[in-house]
Nanobody
Framework: LQFVESGGGLVQPGGSLRLSCAAS????????IGWFRQAPGKEREGVSC????????NEIDSVKGRFTISRDNAKNTVYLQMNSLKPEDTAVYYC?????????????????????WGQGTQVTVSS
């Protein structure tokens, strides 16, 4: 399994970015794919997860209404459209397979057991 993330960059608060995740080496449309992020000095956290068909999506509360996950199975690619970006969204963003979303008392949590991490793409939100 291989994941290659792209589309990151420097953007001002309130701006938008669209991340792409190109996947290879497996039967892409059979797997949930998720976006995760890791900010400096913090643990990696799940952001959003999409089912293999694309018919089911979940995202954590802090990005709900701002981030949208989608996928194009014909292109083996998953996207993360990020709008209304905030400085706290600054992180390295990764995509990976085998994600799942759980409803916890504190909100939705996105997790994975996969170890097939790519290099990620840096997103910096700053004025």
């Amino acid at each position: 399994l291989q994941f290659v993330e792209s589309g990151g960059g420097l953007v001002q608060p309130g701006g938008s970015l669209r991340l792409s995740c190109a996947a290879s080496g497996f039967n892409f449309d059979s797997y949930n794919i998720g976006w995760f992020r890791q900010a400096p000095g913090k643990e990696r956290e799940g952001v959003s997860c999409i089912s293999g068909s694309g018919g089911s999506t979940n995202e954590i509360d802090s990005v709900k209404g701002r981030f949208t996950i989608s996928r194009d199975n014909a292109k083996n690619t998953v996207y993360l459209q990020m709008n209304s970006l905030k400085p706290e969204d600054t992180a390295v963003y990764y995509c990976v397979d085998d994600c799942a979303a759980f409803i916890e008392p504190h909100g939705i949590e996105v997790v994975t057991t996969s170890k097939d991490w790519g290099q990620g793409t840096q997103v910096t939100v700053s004025s």
